[in-house]
């Protein structure tokens, strides 16, 4: 027993400690030679973007990107999250090593010349690159790859944003909208202190903003204003979100003629913005900073509230324009801007003194809802501006969550976490999309068992002992569905009554197609659907395993 369990902790730490130290310093080298580059370019083109050049210097950079990305990348460009998370939700990490290169190139080529995107994008990127393939080399395969996959995506943000718990909190939260991924927090804790030091050492530790506030203490005024801060960034996230989503309709996403004139276009209206709203170019550090100083010598409080929110969209036009017309990078930086900017607009338009706590709960609010990252917002303005502003930017970041709901910047972001049975069905549904979709009535089957609200507890446990589902219908007696029985609530209350204990949810159709069902298993969580037809009649039931069965079936027939 001793052996086995001496075994059992070498091989923890070895997989959870040695390997994670030995990529997290990897990643610290890969990270700072990254940001130099980034530096170099934007050093050469800035002085560019203070004259009518712009309108030449933007629109070749966006080529320039684009085709780094596309011809030899052999990838499409836009946010770089995305990327990170369809592999990690579909790939276990895995990706082309072209890719890996001159996706990192291509945003820095895109932020170098003044397109509007964050360094934390790429940083993701190339973190879960260098973890996936050095975890491979060091015989870590599978789900284990997976999260270290993960955890070195968060130990990149982490180090480039001098915020290394905002790396790994960051990691955890954005697979998902409403779930955590916990597994990836031990393996995060040593990759993301190891790539943070080497990272310091190389590029110094100067704060990526400058605070000056000495405050200690948020004041009444501060804790009730985050509350309405929040409501009011909670809509303005939602426009953010509509827009970018808008402009993903016109991004390119190969190399063609189509896409070379929607890049061109993209450069020119960005170059038009910048010309007039210079701040909304690059990264944006400099204007975060004169946010949080605001009533500094260079702070943005000389400002009216109309410059200022007027500053606000025009950085979210220019975002969205360059990450979908052809320039690559990341959206959590640029919603630190747009939150920091806009809260100084608001206690201007409301006629309050200035705050700094207020603009750092601010910019954690955006990142919260449009990030869906709640703990890495808070974290970051904690780490990067001031602690004091923790609660009012629990309190503003909780309530912009909440006000937009599922909605959010990323589309491959998931409600929750998915099963592993779920995972396999993630995964086939993704690689059959391409096929035609099947009808629920190919693939569900006949309802055998059924329960009526009036029914014994009972008969319920007896039914569930023979249909050996977790989930049962409840119908009315003329045969409708009105709700499903959960068997972990009957165990839980076996003495309730099966009216008291439906769950009232909304069934499939039988005219719905296959990936509905899919998602809709995803999403929930839950392993069994019910069918009915246009008049609400209960007609079959569906589980994941049918699903399972009906895509390998096409798959099979694909490689046949």
Request: proline share 5%.
């Amino acid at each position: 027993m001793r052996i086995n369990t001496s075994i059992e902790i070498r091989t923890l730490i070895h997989k959870w400690i040695l390997i994670p130290v030995i990529i997290g310093a990897a990643i610290g080298l890969a990270e700072a030679a990254f940001v130099e580059l980034y530096d170099l370019i934007w050093d050469e083109s800035y002085p560019y973007l203070l004259t009518p050049a712009i309108f030449v210097v933007i629109p070749l950079g966006l080529l320039t990107a684009y085709s780094i990305i596309t011809i030899l990348g052999k990838s499409s460009p836009g946010s770089t999250t995305h990327e990170v998370l369809r592999r990690f939700h579909y790939e276990d990490g895995r990706g082309d090593a072209r890719n890996s290169i001159t996706s990192p190139i291509s945003s820095a080529v895109t932020m170098g010349v003044g397109g509007s995107a964050g360094l934390e994008g790429p940083s993701l990127s190339i973190g879960g690159s260098i973890s996936y393939r050095l975890s491979n080399l060091l015989g870590v395969k599978g789900n284990d790859a997976r999260i270290l996959f993960l955890a070195g995506a968060g130990a990149a943000l982490g180090a480039v944003l001098k915020a290394p718990l905002t790396g790994i909190l960051f990691a955890i939260e954005v697979p998902y909208r409403q779930d955590l991924e916990h597994h990836v927090f031990l393996p995060a804790i040593p990759m993301a202190v190891i790539s943070y030091l080497i990272y310091i050492a190389i590029l110094g530790q100067t704060p990526i903003f400058q605070f000056t506030s000495s405050t200690l203490f948020p004041t009444d005024l501060e804790l009730i204003f985050s509350v309405v801060e929040g409501l009011f960034l909670g809509g303005l996230a939602l426009a953010f979100v509509y827009v970018y989503k808008y402009a993903q309709k016109f991004a390119p996403s190969s190399f063609s003629t189509k896409g070379l004139l929607t890049v061109i276009c993209a450069g020119v209206l960005v170059a038009f913005i910048g010309y007039f709203e210079p701040m909304t170019l690059g990264v944006g550090y400099p204007t975060i900073s004169a946010s949080i100083n605001a009533t500094s010598l260079n702070g943005i409080w000389k400002y009216g509230a109309i410059f200022i929110l007027v500053l606000v969209f025009a950085k979210i036009i220019t975002t969205s324009t360059t990450l979908n017309g052809g320039g690559s990078g990341g959206l959590f930086i640029p919603s630190i801007f747009i939150g920091a900017v806009a809260s100084v607009g608001f206690m201007k338009a409301l006629g309050l003194p200035f705050s700094a706590i207020l603009v750092a709960a601010g910019a954690a609010a955006m990142v919260a809802a449009t990030n869906k990252t709640i703990l890495a917002a808070v974290a970051f303005v904690a780490e990067t501006m001031t602690p004091a502003a923790i609660i009012p930017a629990l309190l503003a970041a909780a309530t912009a969550y909440i006000l937009t709901g599922n909605k959010g910047l990323y589309d491959n972001q998931l409600d929750f976490s998915p099963a592993r049975t779920h995972l396999a069905l993630l995964r086939l549904s993704h690689k059959s999309e391409e096929g035609p979709n099947t009808l629920i009535t190919d693939v569900m089957r006949p309802a055998r068992f059924r329960l009526l609200p009036d029914d014994h507890p009972a008969k319920a446990f007896s039914l569930f002992s023979l249909a050996g589902d977790t989930a049962l219908p409840i119908v009315s007696k003329d045969g409708k569905y009105l709700g499903r029985l959960e068997l972990e609530n009957l165990v839980a209350s076996p003495l309730s009554s099966i009216n008291d204990l439906m769950i009232i949810d909304k069934p499939l159709k039988t005219n719905d197609e296959e990936i509905k069902a899919a998602n809709r298993i995803i999403q929930s969580g839950k392993g069994i659907l019910f069918v009915v037809d246009n008049d609400g009649m209960l007609k079959g039931v569906l589980r994941t395993s049918d699903l399972i069965k009906s895509y390998s079936k096409k798959i099979t027939q694909n490689l046949s």
